[in-house]
């Protein structure tokens, strides 16, 4: 069954991917998680190889590649059983922002560094106070004649050490109604009053530098605004559904990394005799596996199509995040099973991946926000 038309030319984008990945990314992830960073120059590497921001438009500086790049470049860096070099956050979260809504100058000024990897991107919403609850944000951006000066703290910031530009979403503390207060601005980490605080270290994602930011009468210039003032959350939410699809297929590719490992490994155990006598219980198991993950591609998949086609996908893609989600935890936990005590070793792929994937119900809207989206949707 082919839902998304993959062409030959995306083929050999994936297998350039492949072969990217092989050489400059799996014989350092070890090193990676065990320093809990990565270095910086990983960055430039991807981008001059031509991997990253598929959808930035060649204008500004893009490779002219399209939404089914973005499909198997996520899909592929999952498979790499790290989320160190997260560029699903770079190329399909952050960047959008930019291509959709900035200004010309902005978009000319940032954009050809985002692809060639010069330019590291993260986003700063989440605030100690306001996670799910994006209204509660305190963080303020004040005008001062052709200055934006902003005061506040952020939190679980992703690329926070390596980024090279933050989006931050920031309200006019003027402004009541907090649907009509926010905004969204570009801050370089090198402007006086940023200030990056502790990485935090995290139960999975070790390769990850999650950090906290801190912005203390942090002068940026006015025209560093994406867009209009007072449309941030509007921005947000127009976005956020391709955020969620991107992170419903990483619970999926991680699932599919997972079943790739857990058949290797009863192969192993079937051909060298270890296979214990009453194998169907293992059977079973890895078909369950199985059909939780081809399902949940068809669907994924479908969804994939209907976004390309502009199709009004809300519900249905928070099904599809808080799905995947879940379904990984299932399969890493099945997975775990078959393998026994020996899946627990940190020198066992499945151990990191049964970690990684608990946090993918938490990001880009916790499940029970899913649910709620879908209840409200269906009239409930
Ligand atoms: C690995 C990782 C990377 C991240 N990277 C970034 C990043 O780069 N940038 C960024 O801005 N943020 C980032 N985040 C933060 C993430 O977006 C937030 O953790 C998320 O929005 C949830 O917020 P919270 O953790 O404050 O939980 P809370 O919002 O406090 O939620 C706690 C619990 O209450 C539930 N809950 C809250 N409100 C409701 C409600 N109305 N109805 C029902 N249940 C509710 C939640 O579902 C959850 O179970 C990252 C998080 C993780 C784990």
Redesign the pocket.
Known sequence: MEILKFTEEHKQYRERLRAFFAKEVLPHVDQWEKEHAIPKSIWNKIGKAGFLCAGVPKEYGGWGGDFLHSIIASEEIVKTNHYGLIIF?HSEVCAPYISAFASEELKKKYLPGCVSGDIVL?????EPNA???LAALATTAVEDGDQIVLNGA?I???NGINGDLFIVAAKDPEIENPYQAVSLYLVEPTTPGFQIGQKLE?MG?HS?D?VELFFSDCRIPKNNIIGEKGKGFYYLMNKLQQERLVCALAGMSQAEFILDETLKHYKKIKSNGSLPKIRQSKQHTIVDMATEVKVTKTFLYTLIKDHIDGKDIVTETSMGKFWASEMVRRVADASFEIFGLEGALEKNRIERAWRDCR?IS????????MR?IIAKRMDL
């Open positions: 956050l993260g986003v700063a919403m989440t996670g799910s609850d952020k679980f910031t992703s995290k994602f990850q999650t946090g938490i990001f880009a809207g916790t499940n029970q926000i709620e």
